[in-house]
Each structure stands twice: as structure tokens, then as C-alpha cells.
């Protein structure tokens, strides 16, 4: 495992992005959506470094074993309605790979009602992108090698990392194997 981005650079980044989130909204009420379960770790740290009057929703992107998409994101819209109508919005996604996850994600949002919806996001992964959709904040840009720590995972382990950490490939067959054990 090779650690990308250390836990005090971790501390530092979000704590700039968080500033250039708040300089952004200057006092205005805002609804984060957090979408889980990777973004848990940046969406606690960011609410507790916005000085904002702020509602907190989530939203949950499902993939199968290995980051495989199982089909179409959908919204609950009747949930998150009151959150987002003629609210400034701001997603908070862990990272920005291929974009396809946040491309299905914010046009429901956008049907929603909002004043604007932006995008916040630790990590965007150079060379990835597959859709026209570019994240408004990103406190790191990382290479294209498959991460873990401070909420990412693989194979439900390497969740609790207090870093950002690149997995070999042999890191990433013996986390299948073990999770495959009874």
C-alpha cells in the first residue's frame, strides 16, 4: 500500500476546501447531500469547518462487488424535496472517477427545485472522467490508481484509514480473498 495523501495533508486540503466552499456561499443557506457511504468521513469534517446555516441530506449510490454500477442512481424525491426547493445545494461525493454516478445524480436533484447545485468532491482521479461534468470543488486531484482510506474502501476493508493509500494489485487479490472467507 502506498499512502498518496497523509493525514495531515488530509487535514490541511479539506480545511482549504471547506474555506473556498464557505468564501463561495458567503452566510447562505445551503443543503449538503452526502452520498454515502464514502463521502461519510468529508461530510462530517465539512460540517464541522462551514460556518452556514445548513440542512444535511443523504443519499446512498449502490454498486455490486468490485465498484461494478447495479443499475440507474434513484432519488426519493418526496424525502429530499423540503431539503433542496429554492435551496442552494451542494453534493459531496468522496471522488470523481468516471463522473457517472453524479451525472445520474444531479438532474434528479436539479427536478427538485433548487436555487443551484454544486459539486464537492476529495478526490478526482486524472485521465477518468467519461462524462461532460466537472466538480466545482475538489480538494485533491489524484492519479488514475485505485484509493482507499478516510471513507473508501475495497471489499469493506481499509474503510478506517485515517489517509488516502493506493492499492497493489496483490493488496487488492488478498482483500477478495479474504472477504470471500466464511
Known amino acids: 500500500m502506498k499512502t498518496l495523501i497523509t493525514e495531515d495533508q488530509l487535514r490541511a ?8 466552499i464557505q ?16 463521502s461519510i468521513m468529508l461530510l ?7 460556518d452556514l446555516p445548513m440542512r ?18 434513484v432519488l426519493n424525491g418526496d424525502v429530499l424535496a423540503s431539503s433542496i426547493l429554492n435551496r442552494h445545494v451542494l453534493v459531496v461525493d468522496d471522488i470523481f472517477d ?9 438532474p434528479q436533484i436539479d427536478d427538485l427545485g433548487p ?3 454544486r459539486i464537492a468532491v476529495l478526490l478526482q482521479k486524472e485521465g477518468r472522467r467519461e462524462v461532460p461534468l466537472k466538480p ?17 474502501d475495497y471489499c469493506d476493508k481499509y474503510r478506517n484509514l485515517p489517509y488516502i493509500a493506493a492499492l497493489e494489485p496483490q493488496e487488492m487479490e488478498e482483500a477478495e480473498g479474504k472477504s470471500a472467507a466464511p
Open 56 to 73: 444535511i441530506e443523504i443519499v446512498q449510490a449502490r454498486t455490486q462487488p468490485h465498484g461494478l454500477r447495479s443499475g440507474p442512481l
Open 13 to 20: 486540503g479539506i480545511r482549504s476546501f471547506a474555506e473556498k
Open 44 to 50: 462530517a469534517d465539512l460540517i464541522r469547518f462551514l
Open 98 to 106: 468516471t463522473g457517472r454516478t453524479l451525472w445520474d445524480l444531479i
Open 115 to 117: 436555487i443551484s447545485v
Open 136 to 152: 466545482d470543488f475538489t480538494a485533491f486531484t489524484i492519479p488514475n490508481e485505485f484509493v482507499v482510506g478516510y471513507g473508501l
Open 23 to 38: 468564501q463561495h456561499y458567503q452566510g447562505r443557506p445551503l443543503t449538503l447531500v452526502g452520498v454515502m457511504v464514502g
